[in-house]
């Protein structure tokens, strides 16, 4: 083992021996690219259907804590891509791994964050087959950043997106909602709460998968990351001009998430999810879709929430618990900032 340091320094972002052994033991004998090229050369094989598309993504991560119950940095953004595809219709297959690294940084954490990321990938059916990492000085950032993008397949015929919602479509999501911004909060430490919440954070390309072959008219599907399920019923009611109408009462919310919202006068419609969707299929599938998402295990909380409606367009409105009515508006600025 030429990597005896416990911990990044300068000399590891400086292009000399000690940044190939860091790259080489903690970064590529992991993630097995396919060569050590400036470039991952990719198969034309994924597009060999006729009218099969690319699509591509990128993101950032900033969590902090880097490690929180439920996951760490590296599973957010092997996760946060992974799903960014797999909303979309695409079928995940290549992810890139960039690291910006803090001066000072435990060695220990960095393999435990790149041993997350390559379990994810392999679970998640993806490879990791590039990346870049830079060091900068105390302070240049908070321990470490990661940037990731993927690319992904979209087959022959499959056209997903929010202006494609009707009236009618039935909004199903995956599971319980908040349990990332929840589970961050807490895991902080800023404030004398406790509790066994963990991150939801997962990676759902097989599960969208199997939904798509349930309910192959679904018309699109948003994750509920940053914002939570109020923005993103929001951006898709802006987008497809209807309205969209929800239930208070058949939120699958924990009691748990409830509580630390109602103390800290949070909403939890707001708060980030890392392995939870909404997804508008036409009503007719919407059973069959519901069916697809409780066989697997990141959707055995699944639940129809609403539908799209032809009034309010551009509005999403919950019916309450108490039988009225409240407008569920878009986020302004920032419950919670640095989620993932």
């Known amino acids: 083992m030429a990597l005896r340091d416990e911990r990044v320094t300068l000399a590891h972002g400086g292009g000399g021996k000690a940044m190939r052994d860091l790259i080489e033991e903690v970064f590529t004998s992991v993630f097995n690219p396919p060569g050590m090229e400036d470039q991952a050369r990719l198969s034309a094989a994924a597009l060999a259907e006729p009218g099969a598309r690319l699509a591509f993504t990128t993101d950032s991560f900033v969590v902090t804590p ?59 059916g993806v490879r990791i087959v590039t990346g870049d990492t830079k060091v900068v000085g105390r302070g240049g950032c908070d321990g470490v950043f990661v940037t990731t993008s993927g690319v992904g397949v979209i087959a022959p015929g499959r056209d997903m997106g929010a202006a ?63 914002g939570g399920l109020a923005s993103a019923l929001n951006e898709i009611a802006q987008e497809a001009g209807c309205g969209v109408a929800i239930a208070e009462d058949a939120l699958p919310l924990r009691p748990e998430v409830v509580g630390t919202c109602e103390i800290l006068g949070l909403d939890p419609l707001y708060l980030a ?5 909404v997804i508008f299929v036409p009503e007719a599938q919407a059973e069959a879709a519901l069916a697809a998402m409780k ?46």
Request: aromatic share 2%; glycine share 12%.
């Open 273 to 277: 999810n890392e392995g939870r969707i």
């Open 295 to 340: 066989a697997h295990p990141e959707g055995a909380g699944a639940a129809i929430i609403g539908k799209a409606v032809a009034e309010h367009p551009g509005q999403v409105r919950m019916k309450t618990a108490f039988g009225g009515s409240r407008i569920v508006d878009m986020l302004v600025g920032e419950q919670l900032p640095r989620i993932c």
């Open 66 to 124: 880097l490690e929180f119950p439920g996951g760490d940095i590296g599973k957010i953004a092997v996760c946060g891509t992974v799903n960014d595809l797999a909303v979309g219709g695409a079928r995940p297959l290549w992810l890139s791994a960039a690291f910006i690294i803090e001066e000072g940084t435990e060695i220990a954490l960095l393999r435990r964050i790149v041993a997350t990321m390559a379990r994810e990938a392999e679970a998640a």
């Open 164 to 226: 494609r919602v009707r009236p009618g479509d039935v909004a199903i999501v995956n599971g319980v909602l908040g349990d990332h911004g929840a589970t961050i909060l807490v895991a902080r430490g800023d404030l004398a709460l406790s509790s066994e919440i963990e991150s939801d954070c997962a990676s759902l390309g097989h599960l969208m998968g199997a939904v798509i072959e349930a309910a192959p008219d679904a018309r699109a599907a948003r994750d509920l990351t940053r």
